[in-house]
T-cell receptor
Framework: GAVVSQHPSWVICKSGTSVKIECRSL??????MFWYRQFPKQSLMLMAT?????????EQGVEKDKFLINHASLTLSTLTVTSAHPEDSSFYIC????????????????FGPGTRLTVT | QKEVEQDPGPLSVPEGAIVSLNCTYS??????FMWYRQYSRKGPELLMY????GNKEDGRFTAQVDKSSKYISLFIRDSQPSDSATYLC???????????FGTGTRLQVFP
């Protein structure tokens, strides 16, 4: 099956610093990757859609200057949380669209294991 | 009103029980319906997906969609302790990239 990795799995940073999270599709090429945020006991909220070689599309209410997304290759997308604050502490999950396994949609989303960010 | 509603639980059942997990949705344009399983501190794993109304069975799991009532169900037969996880339903409409998730139902199967 399609495998997606994330690094790091867990990070603690001080308020005001920036943190970069990597999302990699290990055994397939993903032209589209998605970044989600999940608070405890809450649903996954889509933050942005990342397309290789173009600018990310952000959901309403997501600050694009704070959450920088780069999709430099077909297997790597990065999310940088800039000037992090304690309220940015959350579980960040990426997914990669696999175009070949779906029956009736153009792709399926395979999720990474998530990155837990704690800002002190 | 959230587009996809799901009872957060927790739902606790004995091993071997039949489990029924449910979601409702409000967007009539939704055509695709998925169920994901998420273990603690892990990313979601796709379990099953269905298109429009109807049933789909895969081993101990059955997904059911009733578009007339906007109701989505996942049934787990002969539940096992290893099924203990959070189950998320998700929906999307035709030709869209976005999945809309429910809040997830936490299931615990005790031996």
């Amino acid at each position: 099956g399609a495998v997606v990795s994330q690094h790091p799995s867990w990070v603690i940073c001080k308020s005001g610093t920036s943190v970069k999270i990597e999302c990699r599709s290990l055994d397939f090429q993903a032209t589209t990757m998605f970044w989600y945020r999940q608070f405890p006991k809450q649903s996954l909220m889509l933050m942005a859609t990342s397309n290789e070689g173009s600018k990310a599309t952000y959901e309403q209410g997501v600050e694009k200057d704070k959450f920088l997304i780069n999709h430099a290759s077909l297997t790597l997308s990065t999310l940088t949380v800039t000037s992090a604050h304690p309220e940015d502490s959350s579980f960040y999950i990426c997914s990669a669209a696999h175009p070949l396994l779906a029956e009736f949609v153009s792709y399926e989303q395979y999720f990474g294991p998530g990155t837990r960010l704690t800002v002190t | 009103q959230k587009e996809v509603e799901q009872d957060p639980g927790p739902l606790s059942v004995p091993e071997g029980a039949i489990v029924s997990l449910n979601c409702t949705y409000s967007n009539s344009a939704f055509q695709y319906f998925m169920w994901y399983r998420q273990y603690s501190r892990k990313g979601p794993e796709l379990l099953m997906y269905t298109y429009s109304s109807g049933n789909k069975e895969d081993g101990r799991f059955t997904a059911q969609v009733d578009k007339s009532s906007k109701y989505i169900s996942l049934f787990i037969r002969d539940s096992q302790p290893s099924d203990s996880a959070t189950y998320l339903c998700a929906s999307s409409s035709y030709n869209t990239d976005k999945l809309i998730f429910g809040t997830g139902t936490r299931l615990q199967v005790f031996p």
